[in-house]
Nanobody, 119 residues
Framework: QVQVAESGGGLVQAGGSLKLSCTAS????????MAWFRQAPGKERELVAS????????YYADSVKGRFTISREITKNTIYLQMNSLNPDDTATYYC????????????WGQGTQVTVSS
């Protein structure tokens, strides 16, 4: 099995920055991709950014392009999300997801970390 754990959330003023971390443990050898999702109160969970585990390939939602950067540290089974120029619309619970090779969705999730941006 795979376990996923996020960290790094918090309260920040608009215009500030935060860096989230997500570490996978357990049976991670078949990891295909990892991603950051977020869910604000009353809204559906949305994909924020994703990164392939092998080779190059990343995705960003339009709402975060140019402000957020996803990166990976394969030897630590960890991904990061550097978030700059935060605004109140970025307030949400941020979840990390893991997709396995051969899978068509993210099946392993962390508990989430809260990001709150004050105006």
């Amino acid at each position: 099995q795979v376990q996923v754990a996020e960290s790094g959330g918090g309260l920040v003023q608009a215009g500030g920055s935060l860096k989230l971390s997500c570490t996978a443990s357990g049976s991670t050898v078949r990891t295909a991709a990892m991603a950051w999702f977020r869910q604000a109160p009353g809204k559906e969970r949305e994909l924020v950014a994703s990164i392939r585990w092998v080779g190059k390939g990343s995705y960003y939602a339009d709402s975060v392009k140019g402000r957020f950067t996803i990166s990976r540290e394969i030897t630590k089974n960890t991904i990061y999300l550097q978030m700059n120029s935060l605004n109140p619309d970025d307030t949400a619970t941020y979840y990390c997801g893991l997709q396995r090779i051969g899978g068509d969705s993210y099946n392993f999730w962390g508990q989430g970390t809260q990001v709150t941006v004050s105006s």
